[in-house]
């Protein structure tokens, strides 16, 4: 306990001394989310300012040190106070009277969850949820400049960029995307009380028309995975990742003779270059084992990684490594292995990504991978059941 308190007076040390003004938005309406008869204590929502802290908020309701000091202790396991971030918001409910006085304290960890702390007669700690409901929904949308562009003017969530670039890794390059390019796609989204969106969930069905042919990925539970699988069951998923980041641009190919722009001559260019914002995620392009973690005058910080007795691959001119890729670490596919920098001979920020078959280096844009395994046949009813469902409901029409 002795400790504790003595955190807490560290803590107020180092805080401001000046009075903060905490935004605040009275109510009087019932607090249904919190299921609270709001009509029994005064109701206010607030906001963490920057130099709030939890210990801070509790002292301005006049919380003495020694509860504060029981809150923070019965609260392990159920809310990290570092995770607490200015922006968030809190509900207070206090007694009525002339002094009011602080009876419970809800924080919304979550669009979907809360922790209240009720303090109206011995300290009670617990988290809940939000009652959710989910929708199911159909968007169409015509690529008419970035699919990143095309979504956002449709005013659908971003995240559809991203299960898109996921689902269709192995399959389609985004940046190959050509005006008239077209998906149609059928999704849950998930609502809080109702009303409130919160995130899109469950994607089960696509049709992505590019390069005059129609892509389709119906989604299927397989031994506790997520896959996707085309309309004759093929996996979409292959061994090998298209690019090592989900966007990015082709600024180099794979080369026998390229000037080279930081030593001015020609030579070869065995690598293709992807430009990209700095610190951007570099992923792993397959499983593997991590060989090398190192520096080079010219490489700058790369990784080596050996998938199999076959391939290997290598990423040049990182930024920095990810906490936690060393030699010898095993690396599944999609693994976030370090950033976009421009270490080593660069001109600006890019990864340079090389393939390695039976040890000699070659173009990845040529090889023809192995595809992932099939759908099983014990879940060959669920592809079929997701195909009857959904084909007809995702057939776009093309001029």
């Known amino acids: ?35 609270f008869p709001s009509d029994k204590y005064e109701v206010s929502k607030k906001t963490l300012n ?22 923070i202790e019965k609260s392990k396991g159920i809310l ?11 509900l207070v409910l206090s007694s009525k009277g002339s002094i ?50 095309s979504v956002v003017e449709n005013k659908l969530d971003y995240e559809l960029v991203n299960k898109l670039s996921e689902i269709y890794a192995w399959t389609i390059d985004f940046f190959s995307l050509q005006k008239g390019d077209s998906f ?16 899109i969930d469950k994607v089960k069905a696509i049709n992505f028309f590019h390069g005059k042919k129609n892509h389709y990925a119906f989604r299927v539970e397989t031994d506790n995975l997520i896959e996707y699988f085309d309309e004759n069951g093929k996996n979409l998923r ?8 989900k966007y990015a641009r082709i600024t180099s190919m794979y080369s026998r003779r390229r000037f080279h722009p930081v030593l ?42 050996r998938h199999n007795s076959i391939y290997s691959t290598q990423y040049l001119h990182m930024n920095k490594f990810k906490k936690g890729i060393n030699k010898n670490t095993r690396v599944k596919q999609g693994d976030v292995i370090g950033y976009v920098g421009s270490t080593g001979y660069a001109t600006g920020p890019h990864v340079c990504y ?10 990845p844009m040529r090889e023809k991978f192995p595809d992932a395994n099939p759908i099983k046949k014990e879940h060959e009813e669920k592809l079929k059941a997701n195909y009857q469902e959904y084909f007809d409901r995702i057939q776009i029409q093309v001029d």
């Open 264 to 305: 001015k001559m020609w030579k070869s260019h065995k690598g293709t270059d992807y430009a990209a914002p700095r610190n951007t995620p570099i992923l792993a392009t397959a499983n593997g084992t991590i060989t090398k973690v190192g520096y080079s005058k010219g490489n700058g910080n790369y990784v080596t990684i």
């Open 238 to 245: 292959k061994s090998f990742l298209r690019a090592p980041l």
């Open 50 to 71: 920057t130099k709030d802290t939890f210990i801070s908020v509790l002292l301005s309701h006049n919380v003495k040190y020694s509860v504060i000091a029981r809150i």
């Open 80 to 90: 990290n106070f570092k995770n607490i971030k200015p922006g968030e918001k809190y």
């Open 354 to 363: 090389r393939f390695w078959k039976n040890g000699v280096q070659i173009n």
């Open 184 to 199: 149609k796609i059928i999704y849950d989204e998930v609502y809080v009380n109702d009303t409130s969106y919160v995130r």
């Open 100 to 149: 009011p006085k602080l009876q419970m304290l809800i924080y919304e960890d979550s669009p979907t969850d809360y922790v209240v702390f009720d303090l109206r007669d011995s300290i009670s700690i617990y988290k809940r949820e939000n009652p959710i409901s989910i929708r199911e929904r159909t968007s169409f949308v015509e690529i008419n400049n970035s699919i990143s562009k």
């Open 1 to 35: 306990m002795k400790n504790i308190l003595s955190l807490i007076v560290f803590v107020l040390s180092i805080q401001s001394c000046e009075n903060k003004d905490i935004s605040e938005d009275k109510t009087t309406q019932p607090v249904i989310q919190y299921e």
